[in-house]
Structure formats: C-alpha cells, structure tokens
C-alpha cells in the first residue's frame, strides 16, 4: 500500500469525510425510534472524535443517549441521520453480516450483566470470540493464559460463572474483550452490579490494560467512581453532548 493510500480519508455518505487520526469519529448523529406511529429521539445532531488510547466516559441521566450512541459506535444499531466512523469504516452503512464481522475484527464489549455462558469455563468464555474468529488453538491458549493470569484469575480458568464472584465474572468479561485485540473496547455499565471496593479494583485494572496495552476504552456509565477515573467524560443530556470534560491525569 502507497504511502498516499495509507493516510486516504474515509469517505462516508453524501461525501462526509474523515481524516484517519482520529479512531472514532461521528458526525451529525441522530437516532429516532418510533413505536407505531410515535417518534421518540434517542440523539439528537451528536458530533464527537476520540483518539486512540483514551480512557473516555459518557455520561448521563437516564435517556440522555449514552447506550444508543455507544450501540452505534459498536454497530450494534445504526443512525436515522449522521454517519459513525469507526477504525476507518463506515459502521452505519454495513449490513448485519457486515457489522457482525466489523465487531469480531475491531469491537471488545463489557456489558453490565456480564454475558458470560454459564455451562462454559471461565477459560473457554475468554476463548470464544477467537473460536469464532478462528483464530489457532496455540494463539488462543496463549493470548487467554496471559490474559487471565493478568487479571488475577490464572488459578480459576477451569471455574464455571456460577463458581466465581461477580467481581470474577467481569474480569473473565475483559478478558473475553481484549483476546482479540480490539481497537475499542465499549463498556456499559460495566460496575453496576459490583460493590465499590470490586469496582475501584476492575477500574485499576481496566487503566493499567489502557496505559499498558494502549487499548482505547469507552464507558457508558452512571457511575462517579468510573467518571472521576475518565480522562475525558462526555456529559449527554436529551440525545446531545451538554459538554465535554477534560482532565491531565485521572
């Protein structure tokens, strides 16, 4: 590939552009969902570029967007206006097939309620994204050990969901996100469901992996102690950036 190929901006629909510089970039996003013949708007006009490498929350009241647009950013739904590019792609144009191969290749995901399979072991979770991926046995094993022993867990990779700790559970959770080396790891809420003391724990983990590993991390949460450990928090409110908070150290 030619210098000049390398550095070419994404182009996107009706001509919309985007330089490469930034990992995610979304541009006049708008979401309407409508229930019959009722229109509720989920986003609002949403402008907003992150870098790769940062550490990044958004934040909210209920129904201020942060999941939609988080979903959008991990084409797990895509704009009734806008366009979202994420990693040089178009991810409000593919098709299901389409997304589902974009979030395989470059999206790691940490949902709330963990999303582990309870007849799986902890070692055989963190592994599945790479099965599908097919990803060898021997990269697999070794990409999980290292991973799992990084997170504390090396000793309870035989362990089934129902024999760990909810605090456990989510560190299987990351390293199911990050076996694949993503470029963005899109997490919702990823505390809730833990007490302060796991949850300041998974946070010094999660910033260690970042620093360490350089892995872009972007939380939805409502949660101060993942926002005060932001570097940046994106404030929502009514489907639009209120403002954007920016911190030297976190």
């Not at 129904?63 to 950013?73: F, V």
């Not at 999206?107 to 309620?113: D, L, T």
């Not at 072991?121 to 094993?141: D, H, M, S, V």
């Not at 809730?192 to 300041?200: C, R």
Request: glycine share 10%; charged share 30%.
């Amino acid at each position: 590939m030619s210098d000049e190929a390398a550095t070419a901006p994404v182009v996107g629909p009706e001509g919309a552009t985007w330089s490469e510089d930034a990992l995610i970039r979304v541009r006049g996003v708008s979401k309407v969902y409508r229930q019959g013949e009722l229109e509720v708007p989920a986003l609002r006009g949403v402008d907003l570029d992150l870098a790769e490498g940062e550490f990044t929350a958004m934040a909210g009241p209920s129904g201020s967007g942060k999941t939609t647009l988080l979903n959008m950013i991990g084409a797990l739904d895509s704009p009734t206006e806008g366009a979202v590019s994420v990693a040089g792609h178009d991810v409000g144009t593919l098709d299901r097939g389409e997304a589902a191969d974009f979030r395989l290749d470059h999206v790691g995901f940490i949902f709330q309620a963990y999303n582990l399979v309870p007849v799986l072991t902890a070692y055989e979770n963190a592994e599945f994204t790479l099965l599908l991926r097919g990803t060898p046995k021997e990269e697999r094993r070794e990409r999980v050990e290292g991973l799992l022993e990084r997170v504390g867990l090396a000793d309870m990779m035989d362990r089934r969901p129902p024999e760990l700790s909810g605090g456990q559970q989510q560190r299987v959770a990351i390293v199911r996100a990050l076996a694949t080396h993503p470029d963005i790891v899109l997490a919702d809420e990823p505390t809730a469901n833990l007490d302060s003391g796991t949850s300041g724990e998974l946070l010094d983990l999660m910033q260690e992996l970042n620093r360490k590993l350089e892995t872009t991390f972007l939380f939805s949460t409502h949660d101060e102690t993942v926002i005060r450990r932001a570097r940046r928090v994106i404030r929502l409110l009514d489907g639009r950036v209120d403002r954007v908070e920016t911190r030297d150290e976190a």
